[in-house]
C-alpha cells in the first residue's frame, strides 16, 4: 500500500492509476483527514462482491435461526400455486401460523 499526497497524484496520476491498476492500493491523504483509496475496479468489484456475500449470510443466518425456533411455516408446491391465484384466501393453516407468531412477539 502506498501513501501519497493529493498534489502528487495529480502531478502524477498515470503513475498512480498504474499502480492502482497493478493491485497496489494508493492512499491520498487530503485536509482534515478526508483521505481516499484508489484502488483498480477489478478489486473494488471484489469488494463490493464480498460486502454482497457478508449481507446474504447474515440473512441466512436470521433465517436458519428463526427456523430453529419454529418461526417458519412451509408449503407444499401445490399450496403455493393456489396463492398465486387473485381470489386466494389464507387458509387456517396460514391463519393459526400468524396468530402463533403473533402471540410469540406481544
Known amino acids: 500500500m502506498i501513501a501519497t499526497k ?3 497524484v495529480r ?8 499502480l492502482a491498476f497493478d493491485g497496489e ?3 491520498v491523504s487530503r485536509k482534515e483527514n478526508r483521505n ?9 468489484n471484489e469488494l463490493v462482491k464480498a460486502k454482497r456475500n457478508e449481507e446474504y449470510l447474515v440473512k441466512l443466518d436470521e433465517s436458519f435461526k428463526q427456523f430453529e425456533e419454529g ?4 408449503f407444499r408446491m401445490e399450496e403455493l400455486r393456489e ?11 396460514v391463519l393459526d401460523w400468524m396468530k402463533r407468531i403473533e402471540r410469540e412477539n406481544e
Open 6 to 8: 493529493q498534489m502528487d
Open 11 to 18: 502531478a502524477n496520476i498515470k503513475k498512480y492509476f498504474d
Open 25 to 27: 492500493p494508493v492512499i
Open 36 to 44: 481516499v483509496v484508489i484502488i483498480s475496479e477489478a478489486e473494488y
Open 71 to 74: 418461526k417458519t411455516i412451509s
Open 83 to 93: 396463492m398465486e391465484s387473485e381470489d386466494w384466501k389464507p387458509t387456517s393453516k
